[in-house]
């Protein structure tokens, strides 16, 4: 593809892989980096064609074209070069992105995209240009940024940086702003009109007061319930690559929450029911993270299972020698749609049923974060007017789980 590839060359573009390295360590900027190595490389390419010396003979002295083509090929960002307008370089990323056929083609067709092809075709510097956003480039949910810049020769040199990650993460980011906004916004709206409400002549009646300032005391412990969950899961996000390393004993754990939420749900409490092998090795794990965990899904179950209906927690060792804890309710189940949601932020497969129950939609959010920090496996099952079982697998203490997943 390449040629004039010599000793000199060779060493020249040694040079500009070290000085890419160097903009690197120095400004940490990967983009940078990168097109330094590239714009060097080009203008290397050039010399190399444009020399007075007569080329090698000696063919140990020489490097065959193909290192240049690993070099360009082991960058995994799209870069492609470009004279004339049209394409004379492009490394592999750019050949599987857009297609062998870019080799010799007008860039502006290539690329396919307005934004592109309008820069692209207009001439001029590009110097301090700010990156331009394509959309639907490869495919329809992807997300490109298209970097130019220039070799001394005047080539442009174009590199396509995939940005749907971070715009994956900035749309959940907005989301769930706007989901807690409207969380909280509702409660408060509610307080505000009822404490407006008892300034006016309905104060005066004491019935109508108490009842009012039930209703105002339920929507602050629900706003309070919504914070205390939001900062929950910003600690356990925090400390989420931090792997725990308190030994836990589970089963006893188990127990004391069972026997806790039984005391504190009258007859309800009568409805729990706990099988639990009493040699079960402990966990390495976070003790309050842990009981965190068991007080929403054990509490889930009670609240969503009918009244009057057992609520089995199972507590066990797998075949494979994992900890397994299943939490069966006998309540109105759930859609097989909802599943594969259930633990994103504010989701509700039910959200009237959920927010008169006193759920905030964070609760199975925190679940999954906690079972992910403790490398374990969390299955949700569930069939409409049967029930739910959700499973809880954790490695052993000195173990480790294949990793966190949600099963529908």
């Known amino acids: 593809m390449l040629s004039g590839f010599g000793l000199r060359t060779f ?21 940078g980096a990168i097109v330094a190595l590239v714009g060097g490389i080009a203008a290397a390419l050039v010399a190399a064609g444009t020399g007075d010396e007569a080329p090698a003979t000696d063919d140990s002295a020489g490097v065959s074209p193909s290192v240049l083509d690993d070099v360009l090929d082991a960058i995994v960002a799209p870069v492609m070069l470009v004279e004339d307008g049209r394409v004379i370089v492009a490394n592999r990323a750019a050949r599987t992105l857009l297609g062998t056929h870019i080799l010799g083609e007008d860039a502006r067709v290539a690329i396919r995209h307005p934004a592109a092809a309008e820069r692209l075709g207009t001439p001029g510097p590009i110097d301090g240009e ?3 956003e394509l959309v639907g480039l490869g495919t329809r949910d992807q997300r490109w940024e298209m970097l130019l810049s220039e070799t001394s020769e005047g080539q442009r040199i174009v590199h396509l940086v995939d940005q749907t990650g971070n715009y994956a993460a900035e749309r959940m980011r907005i989301d769930f702003v706007a989901n807690a906004s409207h969380e909280l916004r509702t409660p408060l709206a509610s307080i505000l009109g009822f404490i407006e409400t008892l ?3 309905a104060g005066e009646d004491a019935e109508v007061r108490a009842r009012f300032l039930k209703v105002m005391d339920d929507e602050a412990r629900r706003m309070q319930r919504l914070v205390e969950d939001l900062i929950s899961l910003s600690r356990i996000e925090a400390e ?11 089963a006893q754990l188990v127990e004391d929450t ?8 009258g007859d309800r409490g009568h409805d729990l029911v706990a099988t639990i092998d009493p040699n079960l090795s402990p966990v390495s794990g976070d003790r309050v993270q842990l009981s965190q965990m068991l007080h929403n899904l054990i509490g889930n179950a009670m609240k969503y299972g009918r009244a009057g209906t057992p609520v089995t927690i199972e507590l066990k060792r797998d075949d494979a020698g994992m ?4 939490i069966r309710d ?3 189940g759930i859609a097989a749609v909802h599943i594969p949601r259930l633990t994103e ?14 759920g905030t939609g964070l609760g199975l959010a925190i679940v999954k974060h906690i079972v992910e920090r403790h490398r374990g496996r969390l299955d949700i099952a569930s069939q409409v007017g049967v029930g739910t079982v959700v499973s809880v697998i954790l490695p052993p203490s000195g173990g480790a789980a294949k990793g966190a997943v949600i099963k529908g």
Do not use: C, H, M, N
Not at 16 to 30: E, K, M, N
Not at 258 to 265: F, I, K, N
């Open 199 to 201: 300034r006016e002549e």
């Open 240 to 250: 989420k690559f931090r792997l725990p390393d308190q030994a836990v004993d589970f």
């Open 330 to 332: 006998e309540g109105d």
């Open 345 to 358: 932020r504010f989701y509700r497969a039910d959200a009237g049923r959920s927010r008169s129950l006193g």
């Open 130 to 132: 700010r990156p331009i």
């Open 11 to 31: 060493w020249a573009i040694v040079v500009v892989g070290v000085a890419a390295v160097a903009v690197f360590a120095i400004t940490r900027d990967v983009q």
């Open 323 to 326: 900890i397994r804890l299943s």
């Open 258 to 265: 069972r026997e806790e939420l039984a005391d504190a749900a």
